[in-house]
């Protein structure tokens, strides 16, 4: 079994800044791609970043030059630094991680809980 945990979430004033942390733990003989995604209420589940293996990032076009993603392979984690927050990025933001669990499975797409990110003065 796979789990992946997030933390990191909380309330902030518009500008402030939050660090995500997502962590990977369980049955994992390969992690390929790491992402976050984000749920606001009354909308879709949206991308916000990704991250490959080999450290090429994606972003949506609401949070660039904001928000960082990285990760760090060795501790199964990745993160989301997000600077200059704004009320509109509230919302549950969710791990993602596209993992394979033998060396035999193709990769699965897992994901976290969520986390809850608020944005309010």
């Known amino acids: 079994q796979v789990q992946l945990v997030e933390s990191g979430g909380g309330l902030v004033q518009p500008g402030g800044s939050l660090r995500l942390s997502c962590t990977a733990s369980g049955s994992i003989f390969s992690i390929y791609a790491m992402g976050w995604y984000r749920q606001a209420p009354g909308k879709q589940r949206e991308l916000v970043a990704t991250?490959?293996?080999?450290?090429?990032?994606n972003y949506a076009d609401s949070v660039k030059g904001r928000f960082a993603i990285s990760r760090d392979n060795a501790k199964n984690t990745v993160y989301l630094q997000m600077n200059g927050l704004k009320s509109e990025d509230t919302a549950v933001y969710y791990c993602?991680?596209?993992?394979?669990?033998?060396?035999?499975?193709?990769?699965?797409?897992?994901w976290g809980q969520g986390t809850q990110v608020t944005v309010s003065s």
């Open positions: 993602n991680a596209q993992i394979r669990t033998t060396v035999v499975a193709g990769p699965l797409g897992y």
């Open positions: 991250i490959t293996v080999g450290g090429s990032t």
